[in-house]
């Protein structure tokens, strides 16, 4: 796709404006090309592409199988530029014709453009998911401490948090299937009948491989865990479009068990997950979390996350307006 370079120039300047720590806008993938004129004679253009996954696809997981994905190139444009580019959108999917139950729009965008948010949120998408990161040293909130548990004498009991190994799968699918359940009520997470078998072997493949997952085990049972990895934002590699160049921590899954939630489990796993992916050289961590969710919107603020992107999105794609 050839894109004026002034409109990549003047998003670039409008995004660096809204948030300081969104890396620099990167040339816009392959796809249909999407353009629509503004009221002043100026265009936007956006690039949309189709992706179909496969039925036995770990994205599923998380993803509708059908996904409509469109990059919006605004340039300086706000809410205006938005909106005449959604409605662009929406004629393209009028001629596509009727689209599975198992289909979605989506558009990822800066979590601080309020403007872009209101022209999104009268087209049908919803705020689903958002990006969060932390920077390396950040502190969980003072306020959200816990108390220490204590056991029935009194004494304080705190929960053993170790390094998950292969011989602990079945204890961290469990707790991945419990967070996956939960997460599937709340956010974009599809709980797919073979969700059990598409966790076990990633799930053995990162442990096997000595992926950073930490177990949180009380009388020698696991109670939480903490997933995570490594990852590297460099030129070129697609983890740049998102966040600033460095090698990151990315926490994939954080479980506690509902009978053990409230006792600062999930804050001790994390202090302890930030420590270590700092001792292993990372610049900060990021997440995916989804607002609607009653324990993630809350517990992810508190330990020193900030949304830096939104995953707007809609299901099933018939449905965007």
């Known amino acids: 796709m050839t894109v004026s370079r ?3 120039e003047a998003q670039n300047t409008r995004f660096a404006c809204l948030d300081p720590v969104l890396p620099p806008v990167a040339a816009p993938p ?3 090309v999407l353009t629509a004129a503004l009221p002043d004679g100026s265009r936007v253009a956006g690039v949309l592409r189709r992706q179909v996954h496969d039925r036995a696809s770990a994205a599923r997981l998380w993803s509708a199988t059908e996904v409509w994905e469109l990059t919006p190139l605004l340039g300086g444009a706000g809410a205006a530029g938005m909106d005449a580019l ?7 999917m009028d001629r596509v014709g009727a689209t599975e139950r198992d289909s979605a729009c989506v558009l990822t965008w800066p979590s601080r453009d309020a403007e872009a948010a209101r022209a999104l949120l009268d087209h049908g998408l919803v705020p689903l998911t958002v990006i969060a990161v932390r920077r390396a040293g950040a502190g969980a909130d003072p306020r959200a401490t816990p108390s220490r548990p204590v056991a029935a004498d009194g004494a304080p009991v705190a929960p053993v948090i170790r390094r998950a190994t292969p011989a602990d799968l079945e204890a961290v699918l469990a707790l991945a299937l419990a967070e996956l359940r939960f997460s599937s009520l709340v956010g ?3 709980d797919r009948p073979d969700a059990a078998g598409v966790k076990r072997r990633a799930l053995a493949e990162r442990l096997a491989a000595g992926g950073p997952a930490w177990l949180a085990e009380r009388d020698g049972i696991a109670v939480g865990l903490a997933e995570c990895a490594l990852v590297t934002s460099e030129p070129g590699n697609p983890t740049s479009t998102r966040l600033p160049p460095g090698r990151w921590g990315y926490v994939n899954c954080v479980s506690v068990l509902p ?3 409230g006792a600062g489990i999930g804050q001790r796993l994390m202090a302890h997950a930030h420590r270590e992916l700092h001792r292993l050289g990372t610049v900060g961590s990021y997440l995916y979390y989804n607002p ?13 996350y900030r949304p830096l992107w939104t995953m707007w999105e809609v299901r099933p794609a018939g449905a965007l307006r």
Do not use: H, I, K, M
């Open 292 to 304: 609607p969710n009653p324990l993630s919107s809350v517990f992810w603020p508190r330990q020193g």
């Open 259 to 261: 009978a053990a939630r």
């Open 6 to 8: 002034g409109l990549v």
């Open 30 to 32: 392959e796809g249909d």
């Open 188 to 190: 974009s997470t599809v």
């Open 86 to 92: 959604l409605r662009a959108w929406r004629r393209r």
